[in-house]
C-alpha cells in the first residue's frame, strides 16, 4: 500500500491510507529526513510529490518518535486530501481517544485541533462539551480504579461482532470457565486497588444459567466497597429475564446495559439476532422496572439500514427513557464476519445519522459525556455516549481516559496499570483462548498480583 523509510510506523502510514481509500490504483512512496531538529517528509502518489518541513526539539527518545511519527502522518494526510479533493471530519487524527489528547493539550487544545491537524468546528466543539461534562467525574488520582469481569459467551454471533466469544449452547467450557473465574476475582487485590467502579460485559453475561450467574456476581460483590456503580451488560432482550433482573437487584449491581443496536426487525434478522424490536422494548421496560439505569447502545450505519431507520432507533430510544445511549459508527473489526465481506465500510447518510443523534439526544436532554474512535470506521467517525444529567457512567469515563487502574479479569483480559506522574501505563493481558485461560489460571494469578503488588 505505501513504501516508506520509516518501517517503524509504517502501520500508522496505512491507516492513514485506509481513511481515504482500500489503496487501489494508488503508488504512494514515503520519505522522512532529519537534520537538527528540522524535519523533511516527502510523499509521491501516483507521481506528484508533497512536501511538508517542520521543527521540534524534543525532551526524550519517546518525545522524539511521537512527533516524528506525527510529522509523517501529517503530510501523508495532507496528500491524500489533495489528491482526493476532500478533508475529513476528524482530520489527520487517527487516535482512539481525542478527548483524551485535548485534555493533555490543555488550553491549546482548540487551535492546535483546528490549524495543526484539520479537525472540523463541529468536531472540536463535541470534544469541548464532552471536557466540559467530565469536570465533575474525572479523577487524577490514578490510584482508584474501574474493575472489569469479562464473560465471553453469547446466544449467537451477530454479523459485527469481533469480540472473543462463544455461543452459550455450543461451548463445552461455561462451567469450567466460571470456576476459573471465581477464583481469579478472589485473588484480587481490591483493597489495595480502591475499586469506585465495577462493569460485567462480555459476550453476553446473563446467558449464563441463573446459578453461575449469581456465583460470579457474589464473588464480585464479596471483593468490593458497598454502593458502588456496579455495571451488568445484559445486552440481548432474548436472555434478560425475571431471574436474572432478581440475581443483579439482590447482588447491588446498579446499572444494567440493553443493546438493541437497531429497533428495525429486518436488520436484527440480518445481523443475526434472534428477537424483535418489541422483544427489546419489552425487557427495557423490564429492566427499568427494577429501578436501575439504563444504558443503551445503538448503531449507526448497520448494513440496509436508512436514514429513517437510524432515525427511528434513535427515538424509540429516547422514548424509553434511556439514562445512557452509546452511539456506535459501524467498524470493520478483525474476526467479524462483516470483515470478511467487504475491505472498506461505505454507508449511504452516514454523517447524517451520526448529526441526528446528536441534535435529537441534545434536545431530548442528554449531554455528550465520553467519546472513543475505532480504526475502520464508517467515515472515520466516533462514538459518543450521552447521558442525562447525573447518569453518567463513571466507568466509561475512567477508562476511556486512562485516568485510572484498570484491573480486568477473564479470557482476553487487559488490565492496567497508571503511572500518573511517569506519563506511563503498563498493560497486563490475559490468554484469548477459553480453554488455554481455564488451563493457565494459577499463573495468571500470580503474574496479576505481581503486576499490582
Not at 9 to 33: A, P, R
Not at 182 to 211: F, M, Q, W
Amino acid at each position: 500500500m505505501i513504501e516508506t523509510n520509516r518501517q517503524d510506523y509504517k502501520k500508522e502510514l496505512e491507516e492513514v491510507v485506509y481513511m481515504f481509500s482500500t489503496g487501489e490504483g494508488l503508488e504512494i512512496t514515503h520519505t522522512q529526513t532529519e537534520n537538527n531538529g528540522e524535519y523533511l517528509d516527502t510523499v509521491t502518489i501516483n507521481g506528484k510529490v508533497y512536501n511538508a518541513k517542520n521543527q521540534h526539539t524534543y525532551t526524550d527518545f519517546l518525545d522524539k518518535k511521537r512527533y516524528e511519527k506525527r510529522f509523517s502522518k501529517l503530510c501523508l494526510y495532507g496528500a491524500l486530501s489533495n489528491h482526493f479533493g476532500i478533508t475529513l471530519k476528524w482530520g489527520a487524527l487517527t487516535g482512539i481517544r481525542p478527548v483524551k489528547m485535548a485534555r493533555d493539550l490543555g488550553e491549546n487544545f482548540e487551535s492546535e485541533f483546528s490549524s495543526v491537524f484539520g479537525v472540523s468546528d463541529k468536531k472540536i466543539k463535541l470534544v469541548k462539551e464532552i471536557l466540559q461534562v467530565q469536570e465533575k467525574i474525572y479523577d487524577k488520582n490514578s490510584e482508584k480504579s474501574g474493575l472489569f469481569i469479562g464473560i465471553p459467551f453469547c446466544p449467537s454471533r451477530c454479523l459485527y461482532c469481533s469480540f472473543i466469544s462463544e455461543e452459550i449452547g455450543k461451548s463445552k467450557y461455561a462451567t469450567e470457565y466460571k470456576n476459573a473465574l471465581i477464583k481469579e476475582i478472589k485473588a484480587l487485590p481490591c483493597s489495595a486497588l480502591n475499586v469506585r467502579s465495577v462493569y460485567v460485559g462480555g459476550g453476553t453475561p446473563v446467558c449464563l444459567s441463573d446459578d453461575d450467574f449469581r456465583e460470579i456476581l457474589s464473588a464480585v460483590k464479596d471483593i468490593i466497597p458497598p454502593n458502588i456503580e456496579f455495571t451488568v451488560e445484559a445486552g440481548r432482550p432474548d436472555v434478560i429475564t425475571r431471574e436474572k433482573l432478581q440475581i443483579m437487584k439482590e447482588l447491588g449491581v446498579t446499572r444494567v446495559c440493553v443493546n438493541p443496536q437497531t429497533f428495525s426487525d429486518k436488520t436484527l434478522k440480518l445481523i443475526g439476532r434472534k428477537h424483535t424490536a418489541s422483544d427489546v422494548i419489552e425487557k427495557f421496560n423490564l429492566v427499568k422496572s427494577y429501578g436501575f439505569l439504563v444504558n443503551c447502545d445503538v448503531i449507526a450505519g448497520l448494513t440496509g439500514e436508512s436514514f429513517e431507520d437510524f432515525q427511528n432507533t434513535i427515538d424509540t430510544a429516547i422514548s424509553l427513557d434511556a439514562d445512557n445511549i452509546t452511539v456506535h459508527t459501524l467498524c470493520l473489526k478483525k474476526g467479524a464476519k462483516l470483515k470478511t465481506e467487504t475491505d472498506r465500510l461505505k454507508v449511504d447518510f452516514i454523517d447524517q445519522m451520526i448529526d441526528y443523534s446528536y441534535t435529537a439526544l441534545k434536545k431530548a436532554g442528554y449531554m455528550p459525556y465520553y467519546m472513543y474512535r475505532q480504526k475502520y470506521a464508517a467515515e472515520n467517525l466516533e462514538n459518543v455516549g450521552y447521558a442525562k444529567p447525573n447518569t453518567e457512567c463513571i466507568y466509561n469515563v475512567d477508562i476511556m481516559e486512562e485516568n485510572s487502574n484498570n484491573p480486568a479479569c477473564g479470557a482476553n483480559a487487559v488490565s492496567k496499570r497508571i503511572y500518573a506522574s511517569e506519563n506511563r501505563i503498563e498493560r497486563y493481558g490475559t490468554p484469548k483462548d477459553i480453554k488455554t485461560y481455564i488451563e493457565k489460571i494459577d499463573k495468571i494469578i500470580d503474574e496479576k498480583n505481581k503486576f499490582f503488588g
